[in-house]
């Protein structure tokens, strides 16, 4: 009896026994993941993105672990630590996820989390560019032209920028036209220089944007044309927020090139250069915003006949800026501008209580 019993308890409690739960699917935990990233169904929130990334770069999935690296590269919803990034890049770069492959290169380039070596960057790069990343070709290039981590090749490094420049890469149009420019492991050629440099500058790099109104200034690599250059040289003056946050550098160290250039044209006495370099005064692209300096171009230009610059001295004095307000002198201006076509000009004509200037 006893023993039956004991026997009986024993399959009692085996049959009791709760069996082990088999780990959640880690796809399923990046999702999750990745709902709480952008917010789809689920309010935002990069705390909770960060643990489920975690739980599913814990069970080796490779986006995961690129996600929570890039995560603890900026801090974001986790306190930064460049050390944790790199070691979350590594895992997911091992499993060949090009751009956590290039961020870890980039890590290796600064010094950030791990020790700076340029070689481990270049070989970083080289797996992500071989995949087909325009950014880790880019940079693989810039490393042959420069020797940073492999031997100086420009021919290698042509290669690798017309690859990225192939992706429509404006950075690497721009540079292969640097070389073309500068004959720099290429024979010169300001035409190919021109071409490319206008590549890049269709896709509003400003740099090469600048390049392309000195080009058209000086009639190098393609037909001296100022109404051109004015044209470039003004895209490449405009430091609106949404550039500078896109090219930091540009605004905070290159503009002023930009405004010089038109101010070697505007002194020429060339008026679309004198209306141009106004704009850029009164709207502090390239400079500090000075008014009365755009008041004194405007009126340069305007003084030639050029209807814009008629048009915008009108507005200046009607406003009062930059200058004493006048409106009798801005309604002259005003019907200047009006006479030749310019809408803008009738309507503050219009709001003046003028009468309506006779097109010609």
Known sequence: MVARFCIALVILLSCGKLPAQPAEDPQAQFNRGSAYWYGQGVPQDYLEAAK??????????????????????????????????????????????????????????????????????????????????????????????????????????????????DQGYAQAQFTIGLMYSDGQGVPKDLAEAAAWFRKSADQMYPPAEFNMGAMYAEGMGVPRDLEQAVEWYSKAAESKPSRCILFPEWCTQKLPQAQDGLRKLADTGYPPAQHALGITYENGWGSVQIEAEAVYWYRKAAEQGYPPAEYDLGRVLADGRGVRKNEAEAEAWFRRAAEKGIREAQTRLETLGAPMAPPK
């Open 52 to 165: 489920w990334y975690l739980k599913a770069a814990e069970q080796g999935h490779a986006e995961a672990q690129y996600h929570l690296g890039q995560m603890f590269a900026i801090g974001q919803g986790i306190p930064l630590n460049e050390a944790e990034a790199a070691k979350w890049y590594r895992k997911a770069a091992d499993q060949g996820i090009p751009l956590a492959q290039h961020n870890l290169g980039t890590m290796y380039v600064f010094g950030q989390g791990v020790p700076r070596d340029l070689e481990e960057a270049a070989k970083w790069f080289r797996k992500a560019a071989d995949q087909g990343l325009a950014d880790a070709q880019f940079n693989l290039g810039v490393a042959y032209r420069d020797s940073l981590g492999v031997a100086q090749d420009f021919r290698e490094a042509l290669a690798w920028f017309r690859k990225a420049a």
